[in-house]
Nanobody, 125 residues
Framework: QVQLVESGGGLVQTGDSLTLSCVLYGRGLTYYGVGWFRQAPGKDREFVACIRGNDGSTKHADSVKGRFTISRDNAGSTVNLRMNNLQPEDSAIYYC??????????????????WGQGTQVTVSS
């Protein structure tokens, strides 16, 4: 059984930074690809970033490149999403998700097997 628990969301102002954390309860991060997605009201769930379990390779959506960084704690079970220079359009519920293999990491939400409950990020203008 895999469980994902997100934390770190909140209300911030334009230009501020936040770090979201996702703790994965399972076999260990090397066995899973982990992704961050977000969903704003009335919009589809959107890919943000992902990290591959076996080698730590990463991908970031074009909309967040240069501002957001996904990383992991190799000694533990936490994947972080550092978000800098936040903009109102970044406001959404942020979810972390995991695949069933450390060889995989995807930009499509449908490819992920496990999901957390989400954490709200609101950026005021």
């Amino acid at each position: 059984q895999v469980q994902l628990v997100e934390s770190g969301g909140g209300l911030v102002q334009t230009g501020d930074s936040l770090t979201l954390s996702c703790v994965l309860y399972g076999r260990g991060l090397t066995y899973y690809g982990v992704g961050w997605f977000r969903q704003a009201p009335g919009k589809d769930r959107e890919f943000v970033a992902c990290i591959r379990g076996n080698d730590g390779s990463t991908k970031h959506a074009d909309s967040v490149k240069g501002r957001f960084t996904i990383s992991r704690d190799n000694a533990g079970s936490t994947v972080n999403l550092r978000m800098n220079n936040l903009q109102p359009e970044d406001s959404a519920i942020y979810y972390c998700a995991a695949t069933g293999s450390g060889r995989d990491y995807y930009t499509r939400a449908a490819r992920y097997d496990y999901w957390g409950q989400g954490t709200q990020v609101t950026v005021s203008s």
